[in-house]
């Protein structure tokens, strides 16, 4: 197995579900990603480029789904977290629920447009 698959199938239940699931909207969005294991996280790489990343937090209960190209994005501003960071922002989900499929798609949208 690869090191991200590892990674994912290690993780709990809950953050197991909610990265298997964006993880499938994504790479149907991106045909041309390639899931590599980088700075011990999954991250997905769009025409050879980081993308985005998969990065649970066990202690506060999240999965933070990060866009290297965050600060560019311009649309979906109030559910994108950029909490003390200059480059990337992220879509933050609790629950397999509480991820909204139409924002998801939208964001990764408007993200491989800053990648032409």
Known sequence: MK???VYILNQP???????MHVLSIVEQELSESE?????????LYY?????CYFAPN????????????GFELKKN???????NRNKVKSLRYFTIESIN?????????EAKLLYC
Request: charged share 30%; proline share 6%.
């Open 3 to 5: 090191p991200t698959e």
């Open 13 to 19: 239940e809950k953050y197991q579900a909610m990265m």
């Open 35 to 43: 899931l590599l294991f980088k700075w011990g996280i999954p991250y």
């Open 47 to 51: 025409k050879k480029k980081p993308f």
């Open 58 to 69: 066990h202690k506060k209960g999240f999965l933070d789904v990060g866009f290297a190209k």
């Open 77 to 83: 501003q109030e559910v994108l977290v950029a909490e």
């Open 101 to 109: 499929n139409e924002i998801l798609i939208d964001v990764i949208k």
